[in-house]
């Protein structure tokens, strides 16, 4: 049921970014250029988890196959994820070790929100640098009506880069909290 709902949250993730990113084709290549960060680094994310699902599955799976105790401990393990290995073997000798979390998602979470804004910012100066130039272009009221009408415009563009920003957040937020949750099931269980 994880990988479905990681499934889904990564196309959405995908599909606001992509949404996004249509907005900025050959208007703001600036903005273009952090939504395409913003889908890279949501990419890596995505990654670090599909390898650690693909982890916590192999670990659930050895479990579900033991039918009585095994003398083999070795060869048990071996059908076990190698980034997990160790840790179950431990657990197993009675230590008190926690399986492997990821590294870079729960930063990565964080960084998307922040290259959003950073998009949105810089969409702001962009535009206040219009907007003045504007004004000084020109003393005529429709002359700075349309003067601004551009920079204004450019703003809402910049929000976009927010958008793209939360949006695949949200979305790896969710990958990472159902991928977690499946990793304490086996960890208990283990």
């Known amino acids: 049921m994880t990988r479905v ?3 889904l949250a990564l196309c959405a993730g995908a599909a ?3 949404w996004t ?3 900025f084709i050959h208007q703001n290549t600036l903005a273009l250029g952090v939504t395409i960060t913003i889908a890279v680094v949501f990419l890596v994310g995505c990654f670090e988890m599909w390898r650690y699902q693909y982890a ?3 670990l659930s799976c050895a479990l579900d196959d ?3 105790p095994t003398s083999d401990l070795e060869s048990w393990l071996s059908k076990i994820d190698a980034s997990v290995r160790d840790s179950a073997r ?3 000798k009675g230590e008190h070790v926690g399986l492997p979390v990821p590294v870079l998602t729960p930063y990565l979470i964080g960084l998307l ?3 959003g804004l950073l998009g949105t910012f810089i969409g702001m100066v962009d535009m206040l640098q219009g907007a003045v130039t504007a004004l000084k ?3 005529e009221l429709e002359a700075v009506r349309a003067g601004l009408a551009a920079p204004i415009g450019g703003l809402g563009l910049a929000f976009g880069t927010s958008v793209a920003g939360v949006a695949s957040s949200a979305s790896l937020g969710l990958i990472s909290t159902l991928s977690r949750r499946d990793r304490l099931t086996a960890s208990r269980y283990l």
């Open 66 to 68: 033991i039918k009585e």
């Open 21 to 23: 990113a249509t907005t």
């Open 137 to 139: 272009g020109s003393s």
């Open 113 to 115: 929100v922040m290259l």
């Open 5 to 7: 709902f990681s499934l």
């Open 16 to 18: 606001v970014i992509g």
């Open 90 to 92: 431990l657990r197993i």
């Open 56 to 58: 916590t599955q192999s």
